[in-house]
């Protein structure tokens, strides 16, 4: 008897664990508008209003890195897909070079940081890359 009371204190631990850990993978690929937010390639992101939804397609990553002298400061570039109302539309953003941005319609987005900064002689990667951003409204 004494068995069975653990096994189903065991398996309802286990249910409240599994719940708990699907609420915080929910909350993680949520944005906020007006609020910084860490992004990465490849994952889908909700707005917290459930209305807009934003995708990482392409990282670019061309600083001057640690170690190493630069004629040029170099930039970090994110291309993306935002999607509003099952409306579909690309955006280009560049941390220095602004007049190559493309934005959704209404709202801008600016790279506010990314991490890990680039240094001479270590192999980076995309995905490795998590890019802070800022999205407002119009």
Not at 56 to 62: T, V
Not at 76 to 101: C, D, P, R, Y
């Amino acid at each position: 008897m004494k068995l069975k009371s653990v096994i189903k204190y065991v398996l309802v631990f286990f249910l409240f664990t599994g719940i708990a850990c699907e609420e915080t993978t929910t909350l993680e690929n949520t944005f906020t508008i007006g609020t910084p937010k860490a992004f990465r390639i490849n994952q889908l992101y909700t707005s917290t209003d459930g209305v807009y939804n934003l995708l990482i397609n392409e990282i670019g990553d061309s600083r001057c890195p640690e170690g190493v002298e630069c004629i040029w400061s170099g930039e970090v570039t994110v291309k993306g897909e935002w999607t509003a109302n099952k409306n579909k539309s690309n955006f280009e953003l560049h941390s220095i070079m602004n007049q190559q941005q493309t934005y959704p319609t209404g709202f801008t987005i600016q790279i506010v940081h990314a991490d890990p900064y680039p240094k001479y002689g270590a192999d980076s990667k995309p995905e490795n890359l998590v890019v802070t951003m800022l999205i407002k409204e119009k």
